[in-house]
């Protein structure tokens, strides 16, 4: 008896729910004791709950967060970048909390970049669903 043929495979790709990566960024935060940062997002559908789940994660906690603002970054409105910088530059924490796509991911930081945000003393986590699937890092 022969094993039967298979006519194709199947590839499934567990990924972990935004609230998930958020909490597993809260204990790094608190591990190293970075407890003031900031969020910045895109117009990713999405970026509202993301928000309001940082804000539970924080007012929840016995921790001193110091939450220093959101920024909503409109991407599709600056293809330039100006206004994107200009943005990144008024946030004042160094530790920054992105929520966006991939694609998104490569614009914010070539802007961060361009900004002088991207150096020693700034810690970006990107957080988001669909940020994999590309064996090609972002340049920046």
């Known amino acids: ?3 039967p043929q298979e006519k194709g495979s ?3 790709q567990l990924g972990s729910s ?5 909490q597993v960024i809260f204990e790094v935060l608190e ?4 407890t003031a940062f900031a ?6 559908p999405g970026y509202e709950d993301f ?7 924080t007012d929840s906690s016995f ?7 959101v920024v909503t970054l409109n991407l599709t409105d600056d293809p330039e970048g100006a206004r994107t910088r200009r943005q990144l530059r008024e946030v004042s924490a160094q530790i920054r909390l992105l929520y966006c796509s991939r694609d ?3 614009a914010v930081f070539r802007a961060a970049r361009d900004a002088g945000l991207t150096g020693p003393g700034y810690i970006w986590f990107v957080v988001g669903t669909n940020l994999g699937g590309s064996e090609q890092l972002p340049e920046h």
């Open 10 to 12: 199947t590839f499934l």
């Open 39 to 44: 969020v910045v997002t895109t117009l990713l």
């Open 31 to 34: 591990e190293y004791d970075w």
């Open 1 to 3: 008896i022969s094993p």
């Open 18 to 22: 935004t609230e998930q990566q958020l």
């Open 104 to 106: 998104e991911a490569e």
């Open 51 to 57: 928000v309001d789940y940082v804000e539970v994660l």
């Open 63 to 69: 921790i001193g967060w110091e939450h220093r603002g």
